[in-house]
């Protein structure tokens, strides 16, 4: 029973950080950056012979080496490859921890900005103002408390 708990809290965990973060939309832009940063380095350096990227394989593995560990990577010859290089490496760190705090924070964030929070903001504030609402607001109130009673009873009953 505790293993099936801890699976089901972990797809929960990766649904939830997939979904209400920008981890996704970070890592996907991270790829591609990272793939065209690569592909423009092997390009600037095809024409010099001392170089060390020669091929593509070895421009990705560059692009990596030189983001994540500050730059600590063979260093490109020609000046376009240096430039390039070092966009990629402040570009590049940049979105990878940027990536990292975003996702904790939203993640952290998120019970704070629950629609059943904003729900409860927005009755109590209503309370708060009932002598100066309308016939037609305290009506929609109505219905919007009743039917967020009805919706906590139903799911009271699935819980039960």
């Not at 973060?21 to 012979?49: C, D, H, K, N, R």
């Not at 993640?107 to 929070?117: A, E, G, N, V």
Request: charged share 20%; net charge neutral.
């Amino acid at each position: 029973m505790r293993k099936k708990l801890s699976r089901s809290r972990l797809r929960r965990f990766v649904r939830d950080v997939s979904i209400h973060t920008p981890f996704s939309q970070m890592v996907v832009l991270l790829v591609v950056l990272w793939v065209g940063f690569s592909a423009a380095i092997y390009l600037a350096e095809q024409g010099s012979p001392e170089s060390w990227i020669d091929s593509f394989g070895k421009a990705l593995y560059w692009g990596v080496a030189a983001f994540s560990t500050a730059g600590i990577a063979v260093v490109p010859v020609s000046d376009l490859a240096q430039l390039l290089g070092a966009i990629w490496i402040v570009v590049g760190s940049v979105l990878f921890f940027g990536a990292i705090v975003a996702t904790v924070t939203t993640y952290f964030m998120r019970p704070m900005q629950r629609p059943h929070k904003r729900i409860i903001d927005t009755i109590e504030y209503n309370l708060e103002q009932l002598d100066e609402l309308t016939l037609d607001e305290l009506d929609l109130l109505k219905e919007t408390v009743d039917t967020l009673i009805e919706h906590v009873e139903q799911l009271k009953l699935r819980h039960t």
